[in-house]
């Protein structure tokens, strides 16, 4: 059983399109996040959701609108896609590890790479 | 914030300890360390953390200065499955659960 999986994993589309990512963790936690890989391989945290809520959103377009329809399950739609919007996509969630123990891991998914032409 | 300085790479022989170091100097008391790694092409793994006495699993073992100014994650028998970036981080003090991701270190494995 995969922990936390994200669809799809390859997606090619053109510019100015709309494109979705879907990901689910079956581990019960209650945090996910979206973080983006770009070429230079550095990984930058974009959402973070807290049991529906969102907790992060860090400067990203607004053409980026995450969706949690539950705790299980966090989509990243994009609108109007862009050339720098090629990227590795990927989905993690995480358990506050005790009560304010400060520790915090992070299950990721595969990744979802998204070429834009 | 707390950031981390790891070298950009490093090269091991396949079955010897592979000692990964990472400075991160401006650690506040209580962050955690974290050490994460990420064989080409996949997810980020996770593979140990600490908060100030060194630790140990399946994996790998995390040593951290009393100082908690650096750490090193030691891969006690590495093989070449381990030929990963590695990743040093500690999470950003009164974010939530927010982690800055530097460069890492580009371990390869050699037979």
């Known amino acids: 059983d995969t922990a936390v999986s994200q669809t799809p994993k390859y997606l090619v589309t053109q510019m100015g399109n709309d494109k979705s990512i879907k990901c689910e963790q079956n581990l019960g936690h209650d945090t996910m996040y979206w973080y983006k890989q770009d070429s230079k391989k550095f990984l930058k945290i974009m959402f973070s959701?807290?049991?529906?809520?969102?907790?992060i959103n860090e400067t990203v377009p607004n053409r980026f609108s995450p969706k949690s329809p539950d705790k299980a399950h966090l989509n990243l739609h994009i609108n109007s896609l862009e050339l720098g919007d090629s990227a590795v996509y990927f989905c993690?969630?995480?358990?506050?590890?005790?009560?304010?123990?400060?520790?915090?891991?992070?299950?990721f998914g595969a990744g979802s790479r998204l070429t834009v032409l | 914030d707390a950031k981390t300085t790891q070298p950009p790479s490093m090269d091991c022989a396949e079955g010897r300890a592979a000692n990964l170091p990472c400075n991160h100097s401006?650690?506040?008391?209580?962050?955690?360390v974290y050490w994460y790694r990420q064989i080409h092409s996949q997810g980020p793994q996770y593979i140990i953390h600490?908060?100030?006495?060194?630790e140990t699993n399946e994996m790998a073992s995390l040593i951290i200065t009393e100082d908690r100014k650096s750490s090193t994650l030691i891969l006690p028998h590495a093989t070449l499955r381990d030929t990963a970036v590695y990743y040093c981080i500690v999470r950003v003090s009164g974010s939530n659960y927010q982690l800055i991701w530097g460069a890492g270190t580009k371990l390869i494995i050699k037979p």
């Open positions: 600490g908060l100030k006495n060194n």
């Open positions: 993690a969630s995480s358990q506050e590890e005790g009560l304010g123990s400060g520790a915090n891991v992070l299950t």
């Open positions: 959701y807290n049991n529906k809520e969102l907790i």
């Open positions: 401006t650690i506040s008391g209580n962050e955690y």
